[in-house]
């Protein structure tokens, strides 16, 4: 153990960061909030998919993580239109008042 | 050699706390900008993380994208929807209790789960070149061209459909 960090850190660190994201998810109501957390979870995965393509050598990790990248970003384009739409329909993006579909 | 630690662990424990701390901060804080701001901050230390794991291109690539671009894009909808502190809705004192402990209990499951993964080995830094523009270059437009082509259409069918989304009114 010279120069490496165990890779367990960086499984512990991404739980951590992982889980942050689904308290925020199941705590908070505001719908942006909730799509921020959305991002904080995805991008756990992303350093955790990082730190094993260092450890195997192995170039196709950080491909994938380049195309999670690419993905997330379409998504928050949308996600964000929609949003915004919701907004302007219905003037609050509070989740416990969208809840349309529940009746 | 610091304390018996080395200067990329020092690094290393210094990003994480300050990544947790930063990604706390989003869930906690209650003026929805500043959790933004604390956001684009958890974005840096793990930009931070990338470069320790000597993937500078995706280091540079993931502060241009989610710092520069998907944060502002956040920022801008906050600042049109004037969303502030008086507007925040919060949830009762026992849902937010219902929520940590959940969390609480997912994260002894998975620190159970992985505690077997010490013996998979080290993460060496320093040797590895294949994060660098032209390798990672190389083997994303040699073995992965094809998911490249198709992922500049998804982004282009996202882009058409927050505008259709986003018009005033569909005829």
């Not at chain 1, 799509?35 to 990790?61: K, P, Y």
């Not at chain 2, 706390?17 to 804080?29: E, H, K, R, T």
């Not at chain 2, 500078?56 to 894009?73: E, S, T």
């Not at chain 2, 320093?126 to 523009?133: A, K, N, P």
Request: charged share 10%; net charge neutral; with cysteine.
């Amino acid at each position: 153990m010279l120069n490496g960090i165990p890779i367990n850190y960086y499984l512990l660190l991404s739980a951590v960061l992982f889980i942050i994201g689904a308290v925020g998810v199941m705590a908070r109501r505001n719908s942006i909030i909730i799509f921020m957390c959305i991002e904080l979870m995805l991008n756990a995965v992303n350093l955790l998919l990082v730190a094993f393509s260092t450890l195997h050598n192995d170039a196709a990790g950080q491909v994938f993580v380049f195309f999670i990248m690419a993905v997330a970003a379409a998504e928050v384009a949308v996600g964000l239109a929609i949003l915004s739409m919701i907004y302007r329909n219905v003037k609050h993006i509070d989740t416990d008042v969208l809840t349309n579909l529940k009746n | 050699m610091l304390l018996g630690y080395t200067i990329t662990q020092w690094l290393f424990g210094i990003l994480s706390f300050l990544a947790i701390m930063f990604a706390l901060m989003v869930v906690f804080s209650r003026n929805p900008v500043s959790s933004v701001l604390y956001l684009v901050l958890t974005f840096f230390c793990i930009a931070g993380h990338y470069l320790l794991l000597n993937a500078q291109f995706l280091a540079v690539v993931h502060i241009v994208v989610y710092a520069g671009a998907i944060m502002v894009l956040f920022l801008f909808v906050i600042m049109l929807m004037n969303l502030n502190e008086d507007t925040e809705p919060q949830r009762t004192h026992l849902s937010k209790f219902i929520a940590a402990i959940a969390g609480g209990l997912l994260l002894i499951v998975m620190v159970g789960s992985l505690k077997g993964a010490g013996e998979l080995g080290l993460t060496q830094f320093g040797h590895s070149q294949m994060g660098l523009v032209k390798n990672l270059g190389t083997v994303l437009f040699k073995e992965f061209l094809f998911p490249f082509e198709i992922a500049s259409v998804l982004l282009l069918a996202a882009l058409v459909g927050a505008i259709m989304i986003g018009k005033k009114e569909i005829k």
